[in-house]
C-alpha cells in the first residue's frame, strides 16, 4: 500500500508509478476518487446512503445511471468499499461512509482484485450462461468481506433472456449478497429490473465546480495554468468530470509549459471567445465587411467553421439567459469580457432578434458541417442572420403603413438591401425600440418616445372602433378572429359576473393560464380599437360556457330518452343506451323562440 494512498482528501493515488518504476499514470486514474468525500457534484445521492448506512435501511440493489464520465463505476467501487469497510483494530462493525483511512480491503477493492467484489462488463458478459453463473455462486458465503458485491457496468447490455434470468436472485439474494448495477442507458433497462433497485442519477458537474476542481489538481501537480484555459476545459467537458482530467492532461502535453488559453484554444480547434463576441457584436450590428473578415480570420488560425457558429450559438445562447435571469451572467466559468459583454447585448437586444438568430445557428451548424465547403456555407448563414435582422414582421407593416402611410419594403433587383417609396425607411432594428414609438421611427430616429397615453388616445380617434355588449358577442370574435385558444379558454375557465362594453367583470377556474386577464384584456384592445378593463370578481359568478352547453346537451337528452317511442326501442334491444342526440334541421319550421339555433332547441 503507498503512502499516497492514506492521504486524506487527496482521492484514489495507489502509486504514481506503475508497477516496473516506467510509464506515467493518467490523471483521470491518479485522481479517482477513493470515497464519498472526494466526489463533486453528487450531494444529493452521497446523503442518501449516508442516511441509509446510519438507519440500516440497506437496500440488496442500486442502479446507478448518467452521462459518460460522471463516476458511476467509480461510485459503485466507493459504494463497494464501505459496505465492506473494516480496520485492523476491529473498530469498525458495519457499513459506513466515513473512511478517512485504507481499511483491511479497500487497497484490493479499489484496485478490482478483491475476491468478494465482483466486477463484471455486461457489454461482453451479457447472455444467460454469465447470468447464470452469478446465480449459482452467489448462494456461497463471502470469503473474508462483510458482504459479497456484484458490480455490473453498462447493465443495460444484458439480453433479454439474461435480464429474467437474474429477476430472482435481485429480488431476493441473500442476506450477504449486493447488487451494485451502472449504466448510461437507462431506458433501456426492463421496469422489472428497475422496480427492484434504488435508483441514483448522477448529474452533470457544474462548469463552475469543474474549475475549482481543475485547479485544486493543478496545484497539487505544479502545474502553471491560466484560469481562461481552465474554463474552456471545463466548458468542452459538458459535465463530465473523467472528460475535464482527459483534456487536462492533453492540454499540458499539448502547452509543454505554462497551460495558457491560447493553447487549448488550439488544441481544441476552437476560436477565441473575446473574438467570438466580436464577431457577435458585427453580426447584430448588421457590419456583414467586418463579420465575414473575422470568421476569415479565425477560420485562417485553424477554428473549425462549425465550431465558430456553434460557439455564435452558445453566446446567443447566454445572452438570451442573461436577459431572462440576469445573475446567470455571475458564471465564473465565463471570462469577465462574456459577462459584461454579455450584460450589454441582454439589455439591447429584443427576444425576437436573439430568438430568431439562434434557431438560424441551430440549423447553419448542421448546414456547415454537412457542405463540402464549409467556410463558404458558414459565411453564407453569417449573410442570412444579417439579412434577416432587416426583415419587418407582418405586424410592423402594418403598424407602420397606418402610422407613417409608407409602402412596405420591396426587394431590389442586386439582391442586397431594400427599396421604399417613402422617406422612413423599413428597416426592423436589432435593438429594443422605446416603447411607443414605431419600429422605423427607432431604426433612423433617436427621438424619445411618445407619451402612451396619448398614443392610445390618437389611435382611439383614427381607428375604427367594435361594440361588444355580451359575453356571447365576445366569445364569437375570438372565433372571428381565429384566437382558438382565446376562444377555449372563454368557454371553459370564465364565468361571467358583468359585460358591458369596454368593462368586463369575470371569476375565473383554477385551471385558467395565469396569464388569461391580461391577455384578455392586451387582445380587446387590439380587437375593438378601445380601452377595455378586465377584472377578476370575487362573485362566484356565471357557470362557465362549457358548463351550460353540456346542462342544456343533458337536458336534451333526458327529454329524448322520456320519448315514448325512445323508450320502446331501449326496451326492445337490451343492453342499448343514448350516446347522443342530434335533429334534422329540415324538420323545423321555425326558429325557436329565444333566437337560439335549430340544433340547440
Given at each position: 500500500?503507498?503512502?499516497a494512498a492514506?492521504?486524506p482528501?487527496r482521492?484514489?493515488?495507489l502509486?504514481?508509478?506503475p508497477?516496473?518504476?516506467t510509464?506515467y499514470?493518467?490523471?483521470?486514474?491518479?485522481?479517482?476518487?477513493?470515497?464519498?468525500d472526494?466526489?463533486?457534484?453528487q450531494?444529493a445521492?452521497?446523503?442518501?446512503?449516508s442516511?441509509?448506512?446510519?438507519?440500516?435501511?440497506?437496500?440488496q440493489a442500486?442502479?446507478?445511471?448518467?452521462?459518460?464520465?460522471?463516476g458511476?463505476?467509480t461510485?459503485?467501487?466507493?459504494?463497494a468499499?464501505?459496505?465492506?469497510?473494516?480496520?485492523?483494530?476491529?473498530?469498525?462493525?458495519a457499513p459506513?461512509i466515513?473512511?478517512?483511512?485504507m481499511?483491511?480491503?479497500?487497497?484490493?477493492?479499489?484496485?478490482?482484485?478483491?475476491?468478494?467484489v465482483?466486477?463484471?462488463?455486461?457489454?461482453?458478459?451479457?447472455?444467460v450462461?454469465?447470468?447464470?453463473q452469478?446465480?449459482?455462486a452467489?448462494?456461497?458465503?463471502?470469503v473474508?468481506?462483510?458482504?459479497?458485491v456484484?458490480?455490473?457496468?453498462e447493465v443495460?447490455?444484458?439480453?433479454?433472456?439474461?435480464f429474467?434470468?437474474?429477476?430472482?436472485?435481485?429480488?431476493?439474494?441473500?442476506?450477504?449478497?449486493?447488487?451494485?448495477f451502472?449504466?448510461?442507458?437507462?431506458r433501456?433497462?426492463?421496469?422489472t429490473?428497475?422496480?427492484?433497485c434504488?435508483r441514483?442519477?448522477?448529474?452533470?458537474v457544474d462548469?463552475?465546480?469543474?474549475?475549482?476542481?481543475l485547479?485544486?489538481?493543478?496545484?497539487k501537480e505544479?502545474?502553471?495554468?491560466?484560469?481562461?484555459?481552465?474554463?474552456?476545459?471545463?466548458?468542452?467537458?459538458?459535465?463530465?468530470?473523467?472528460d475535464?482530467?482527459?483534456?487536462?492532461?492533453?492540454?499540458?502535453?499539448h502547452?509543454?509549459?505554462?497551460?495558457r488559453?491560447e493553447?487549448?484554444?488550439?488544441m481544441?480547434?476552437l476560436a477565441d471567445?473575446v473574438?467570438?463576441?466580436d464577431?457577435?457584436?458585427?453580426?447584430m450590428?448588421?457590419?456583414?465587411?467586418?463579420?465575414l473578415?473575422?470568421?476569415?480570420?479565425?477560420?485562417?488560425?485553424?477554428?473549425?467553421?462549425?465550431?465558430?457558429?456553434?460557439?455564435?450559438a452558445?453566446f446567443t445562447?447566454?445572452?438570451?439567459?442573461?436577459?431572462?435571469?440576469p445573475?446567470?451572467?455571475?458564471?465564473?466559468?465565463?471570462?469577465e469580457?462574456?459577462r459584461?459583454r454579455?450584460r450589454?447585448?441582454?439589455a439591447?437586444?429584443s427576444?425576437?432578434?436573439?430568438?430568431?438568430?439562434?434557431?438560424?445557428?441551430?440549423k447553419?451548424v448542421?448546414e456547415?458541417q454537412?457542405s463540402g465547403?464549409?467556410?463558404?456555407?458558414?459565411?453564407?448563414?453569417?449573410?442570412r442572420?444579417?439579412?434577416?435582422?432587416?426583415?419587418?414582421?407582418?405586424?410592423?407593416v402594418?403598424?407602420s403603413?397606418?402610422e407613417?402611410?409608407?409602402?412596405?419594403?420591396?426587394p431590389?433587383?442586386?439582391?442586397?438591401?431594400?427599396?421604399t417609396?417613402?422617406?422612413a425607411?423599413m428597416?426592423?432594428?436589432?435593438?429594443?425600440?422605446?416603447?411607443?414609438?414605431?419600429r422605423?421611427q427607432a431604426?433612423?430616429?433617436?427621438r424619445?418616445?411618445e407619451?402612451?397615453?396619448?398614443a392610445?388616445?390618437?389611435?382611439d380617434?383614427?381607428?375604427?372602433?367594435?361594440?361588444?355588449?355580451?359575453?356571447?358577442?365576445?366569445?364569437?370574435?375570438?372565433?372571428?378572429k381565429?384566437?382558438?385558444?382565446m376562444?377555449m379558454?372563454?368557454?371553459r375557465?370564465?364565468r361571467?359576473?358583468r359585460?358591458e362594453?369596454?368593462q368586463l367583470?369575470?371569476?375565473?377556474?383554477?385551471?385558467?393560464?395565469?396569464?388569461?386577464?391580461?391577455?384578455?384584456?392586451?387582445k380587446l384592445?387590439?380587437?375593438?380599437?378601445?380601452?377595455?378593463?378586465v377584472?377578476?370578481?370575487?362573485?362566484?359568478?356565471?357557470?362557465t360556457?362549457r358548463?351550460?352547453?353540456?346542462a342544456?346537451q343533458?337536458e336534451?337528452?333526458?327529454?329524448?330518452?322520456s320519448d315514448?317511442?325512445v323508450q320502446?326501442?331501449?326496451n326492445?334491444?337490451?343492453?342499448?343506451?343514448?350516446?347522443?342526440?342530434t335533429?334534422?334541421?329540415?324538420?323545423?319550421?321555425?326558429?325557436?323562440?329565444?333566437?337560439g339555433?335549430a340544433?340547440?332547441d
Amino acid at each position: 500500500m503507498s503512502e499516497a494512498a492514506n492521504i486524506p482528501g487527496r482521492g484514489l493515488d495507489l502509486g504514481d508509478t506503475p508497477a516496473g518504476g516506467t510509464g506515467y499514470r493518467v490523471l483521470a486514474r491518479k485522481y479517482r476518487p477513493a470515497s464519498f468525500d472526494d466526489l463533486i457534484g453528487q450531494d444529493a445521492m452521497v446523503r442518501t446512503i449516508s442516511n441509509a448506512f446510519e438507519s440500516g435501511r440497506i437496500p440488496q440493489a442500486w442502479i446507478l445511471t448518467g452521462v459518460r464520465g460522471v463516476g458511476k463505476t467509480t461510485t459503485a467501487r466507493i459504494l463497494a468499499r464501505a459496505l465492506n469497510y473494516e480496520l485492523p483494530d476491529g473498530s469498525v462493525t458495519a457499513p459506513t461512509i466515513a473512511m478517512p483511512k485504507m481499511g483491511v480491503h479497500c487497497q484490493a477493492i479499489v484496485e478490482s482484485r478483491h475476491i468478494d467484489v465482483l466486477e463484471m462488463d455486461a457489454a461482453s458478459h451479457n447472455s444467460v450462461e454469465d447470468v447464470r453463473q452469478i446465480n449459482d455462486a452467489i448462494r456461497y458465503a463471502p470469503v473474508s468481506a462483510r458482504y459479497k458485491v456484484y458490480i455490473l457496468d453498462e447493465v443495460h447490455m444484458l439480453s433479454g433472456a439474461a435480464f429474467n434470468a437474474l429477476l430472482k436472485t435481485l429480488e431476493e439474494p441473500p442476506p450477504h449478497a449486493k447488487f451494485i448495477f451502472a449504466t448510461t442507458e437507462i431506458r433501456k433497462v426492463p421496469v422489472t429490473v428497475l422496480s427492484r433497485c434504488q435508483r441514483f442519477d448522477l448529474r452533470r458537474v457544474d462548469a463552475a465546480l469543474l474549475v475549482k476542481h481543475l485547479e485544486g489538481i493543478a496545484a497539487k501537480e505544479n502545474i502553471d495554468v491560466e484560469p481562461a484555459a481552465l474554463a474552456l476545459i471545463a466548458r468542452a467537458a459538458e459535465g463530465s468530470v473523467r472528460d475535464s482530467l482527459s483534456l487536462f492532461d492533453q492540454g499540458i502535453a499539448h502547452a509543454a509549459g505554462p497551460v495558457r488559453a491560447e493553447d487549448v484554444r488550439q488544441m481544441l480547434g476552437l476560436a477565441d471567445r473575446v473574438r467570438v463576441v466580436d464577431l457577435f457584436e458585427a453580426l447584430m450590428k448588421g457590419d456583414m465587411p467586418a463579420a465575414l473578415n473575422e470568421l476569415r480570420e479565425q477560420y485562417d488560425i485553424g477554428a473549425d467553421p462549425a465550431a465558430i457558429l456553434s460557439d455564435l450559438a452558445e453566446f446567443t445562447h447566454f445572452v438570451t439567459r442573461v436577459k431572462v435571469v440576469p445573475s446567470v451572467a455571475d458564471d465564473v466559468s465565463l471570462s469577465e469580457a462574456e459577462r459584461k459583454r454579455g450584460r450589454a447585448f441582454a439589455a439591447q437586444l429584443s427576444m425576437r432578434v436573439l430568438s430568431r438568430t439562434w434557431q438560424m445557428l441551430l440549423k447553419g451548424v448542421g448546414e456547415v458541417q454537412a457542405s463540402g465547403r464549409p467556410v463558404a456555407a458558414a459565411e453564407m448563414v453569417l449573410v442570412r442572420i444579417a439579412y434577416a435582422a432587416d426583415l419587418p414582421t407582418p405586424d410592423e407593416v402594418v403598424r407602420s403603413l397606418s402610422e407613417t402611410g409608407a409602402t412596405p419594403a420591396r426587394p431590389t433587383g442586386n439582391g442586397g438591401g431594400t427599396s421604399t417609396q417613402s422617406a422612413a425607411p423599413m428597416m426592423a432594428p436589432r435593438y429594443d425600440a422605446p416603447r411607443g414609438s414605431s419600429r422605423s421611427q427607432a431604426a433612423v430616429s433617436p427621438r424619445p418616445a411618445e407619451d402612451p397615453v396619448a398614443a392610445l388616445n390618437a389611435q382611439d380617434s383614427a381607428a375604427p372602433t367594435l361594440s361588444i355588449d355580451s359575453f356571447e358577442e365576445l366569445i364569437a370574435l375570438a372565433t372571428e378572429k381565429r384566437d382558438i385558444t382565446m376562444k377555449m379558454a372563454l368557454e371553459r375557465d370564465v364565468r361571467l359576473v358583468r359585460c358591458e362594453d369596454g368593462q368586463l367583470e369575470i371569476a375565473v377556474e383554477t385551471s385558467a393560464p395565469k396569464t388569461l386577464v391580461h391577455d384578455l384584456q392586451r387582445k380587446l384592445i387590439a380587437w375593438t380599437g378601445k380601452r377595455w378593463i378586465v377584472v377578476v370578481s370575487k362573485e362566484q359568478g356565471a357557470p362557465t360556457m362549457r358548463a351550460q352547453m353540456d346542462a342544456r346537451q343533458a337536458e336534451i337528452e333526458l327529454g329524448v330518452q322520456s320519448d315514448p317511442l325512445v323508450q320502446a326501442v331501449l326496451n326492445r334491444f337490451p343492453g342499448a343506451k343514448i350516446v347522443g342526440v342530434t335533429q334534422n334541421v329540415s324538420e323545423v319550421t321555425e326558429a325557436p323562440p329565444d333566437g337560439g339555433s335549430a340544433e340547440e332547441d
